[in-house]
């Protein structure tokens, strides 16, 4: 038995399940002399709905989770365009929006209803794991005990001139003033 593997199990279950399912994992760990084990299992706190929706949708709609990293791996290390910022701000809207139609819909599945602040924690944790790489790297990990919020001015852009497109020459001696 390998903490990581019984971490992966431990924050797959409901959390309703969490603490009958990790007393098991400290008994069978402590069964097998692995004290350490089971010491280190029992430090494992049950996560928040918001968290458990956040890690379920880790693991079942991995697509999403990883298209919205991506982008936000391309805010933080690309010289970007405004044409490219403009791209890419819609795609994690769609991203982070898709991803809370998920949350609902897996919460209904789970027998509770997400509610509006808590559809809100969820894409603010999606939001600073699409800001931060520590956070995305905590997200993609799959067991989030809270809720997470990026609280910064967002990543460092590096801005590129985009190609004007092409624009009618301005007047001779500027644009024009009305006196009056």
């Known amino acids: 038995m390998e903490l990581d593997e019984l971490a992966d199990t ?14 098991d994992l400290v008994n069978l760990a402590r069964a097998e002399g692995n ?12 996560p928040t709905q918001v968290a ?5 949708l880790v693991r079942r709609r991995p697509d999403l989770v990883d298209e919205l990293l991506a982008v936000g791996a391309r805010f933080r290390g690309a010289e970007l365009t405004r044409r490219d ?7 994690r809207r769609a991203l982070l929006r898709d991803l809370v139609v998920a949350a609902r819909q897996l919460a209904g599945e789970a027998g509770t209803a997400l509610t509006d602040d808590k559809a809100r924690e969820v ?5 600073a794991a699409a800001a931060d790489e520590d956070a995305a790297a905590r997200v993609r990990q799959g067991r989030l005990t809270t809720a997470l919020e ?17 624009r ?5 001696g500027g644009p024009s003033r009305r006196d009056g």
């Not at 004290?35 to 049950?46: D, G, I, Y």
């Not at 009618?168 to 001779?172: I, L």
């Open 10 to 23: 431990l924050y797959s279950v409901a959390p309703a399940d969490f603490v009958s399912t990790r007393d």
């Open 123 to 127: 894409e603010a944790t999606f939001g």
């Open 85 to 91: 910022m403009t791209e890419l701000s819609g795609r």
């Open 35 to 46: 004290k350490e084990l089971a010491t280190r299992l029992r430090a494992l706190r049950r």
């Open 150 to 166: 990026y609280a910064g001015f967002g990543p460092q852009l590096q801005l590129v001139p985009s190609p004007e497109p092409d």
């Open 168 to 172: 009618p020459a301005a007047r001779p």
């Open 52 to 56: 458990w929706l956040v890690n379920q």
